[in-house]
């Protein structure tokens, strides 16, 4: 049975779930599943059937929304507490990777970063050597990853507004950590809102100078030549040009 909880998600009740929602081979509760990430655990054999009806249905809703599997029982539970063990699906964006800013449209970089930061990148940033950039396929976000002093750093993490507050921030992050090994520091403005995210997927904080510094899996070594990386490296944006002043309108 399918309940629409919102314009955008929709709740699938089966009584074939025993504890709410999928569960992987050995028996674990999956709390999320992003069907684009292209890293899904092995699912419970049980689950089968549900999850052939999911996949369609969620290609046919569309990257902006979500389908919560539940049981019938689980439901309110879900819904107003947070010891619901149901399952929030989403099928997620397309993440392109490119090698190098010769295979980036950097005119639609540009924008992205323009949108998302209300900056730019300074000049001579796309001269800069990097890893890896991770583009969300119409350029709505992107992940940039270059080479620290151990690890790899995550430079830059920018969503268009539009598209903030539906998981691909966090779709961006799991690739680029992925990619780096799951070992991975970056660094981000003090007033900066993705903090609260931050905050949430890091292993260690550290306050330096008008940057907060987090990483993911950095040994005590490894933190402190993040630290003076982070402390050495210049700012990449800059403001924005001030608009040119309209033209005079001329009289007859």
Same mark, same amino acid.
């Given at each position: 049975?399918?309940?629409?909880?919102?314009?955008?998600?929709?709740?699938?009740?089966?009584?074939? =779930?025993?504890?709410?929602?999928?569960?992987? %081979? #050995?028996?674990? +509760?999956?709390?999320?599943? $992003? *069907?684009?990430?292209?890293? &899904?655990?092995?699912?419970?054999?049980?689950?089968?059937?549900?999850?052939?009806?999911?996949?369609?249905?969620?290609?046919?809703?569309?990257?902006?929304?979500?389908?919560?599997?539940?049981?019938?029982?689980?439901?309110?539970?879900?819904?107003?507490?947070?010891?619901?063990?149901?399952?929030?699906?989403?099928?997620?964006?397309?993440?392109?990777?490119?090698?190098?800013?010769?295979?980036?449209?950097?005119?639609?970089?540009?924008?992205?970063?323009?949108?998302?930061?209300?900056?730019?990148?300074?000049?001579?940033?796309?001269?800069?050597?990097?890893?890896?950039? =991770?583009?969300?396929?119409?350029?709505?976000? %992107? #992940?940039?990853? +270059?080479?620290?002093?151990? $690890? *790899?750093?995550?430079?830059? &993490?920018?969503?268009?507004?539009?598209?903030?507050?539906?998981?691909?921030?966090?779709?961006?992050?799991?690739?680029?950590?992925?990619?780096?090994?799951?070992?991975?520091?970056?660094?981000?403005?003090?007033?900066?809102?993705?903090?609260?995210?931050?905050?949430?997927?890091?292993?260690?904080?550290?306050?330096?100078?008008?940057?907060?510094?987090?990483?993911?899996?950095?040994?005590?070594?490894?933190?402190?030549?993040?630290?003076?990386?982070?402390?050495?490296?210049?700012?990449?944006?800059?403001?924005?040009?001030?608009?040119?002043?309209?033209?005079?309108?001329?009289?007859?």
């Amino acid at each position: 049975m399918s309940i629409t909880l919102s314009p955008e998600t929709q709740a699938l009740l089966d009584e074939q =779930l025993q504890r709410g929602g999928f569960q992987t %081979a #050995a028996g674990e +509760a999956i709390s999320k599943i $992003t *069907l684009l990430e292209n890293h &899904l655990p092995e699912l419970a054999p049980s689950t089968a059937q549900l999850w052939d009806r999911c996949r369609p249905m969620l290609h046919e809703m569309g990257e902006d929304f979500a389908v919560q599997v539940t049981s019938a029982a689980q439901l309110l539970p879900e819904l107003f507490t947070e010891k619901g063990q149901g399952t929030f699906m989403t099928l997620g964006y397309m993440i392109q990777e490119a090698g190098g800013w010769n295979s980036v449209d950097q005119a639609q970089f540009q924008n992205l970063i323009r949108a998302a930061f209300g900056k730019q990148v300074i000049p001579g940033y796309f001269d800069c050597p990097i890893v890896s950039v =991770l583009l969300e396929e119409h350029y709505h976000g %992107a #992940a940039v990853l +270059a080479q620290g002093p151990h $690890t *790899l750093y995550l430079d830059k &993490l920018a969503v268009h507004p539009e598209k903030q507050n539906r998981g691909l921030a966090r779709q961006l992050f799991n690739a680029a950590s992925r990619k780096a090994g799951e070992k991975l520091f970056w660094r981000a403005s003090i007033q900066n809102p993705i903090n609260i995210f931050y905050f949430r997927v890091c292993h260690r904080f550290e306050r330096v100078g008008e940057w907060n510094l987090f990483a993911r899996g950095l040994d005590d070594n490894e933190w402190r030549q993040a630290r003076e990386f982070v402390r050495a490296r210049p700012g990449t944006l800059m403001p924005l040009p001030d608009p040119e002043p309209a033209a005079a309108a001329t009289g007859a």
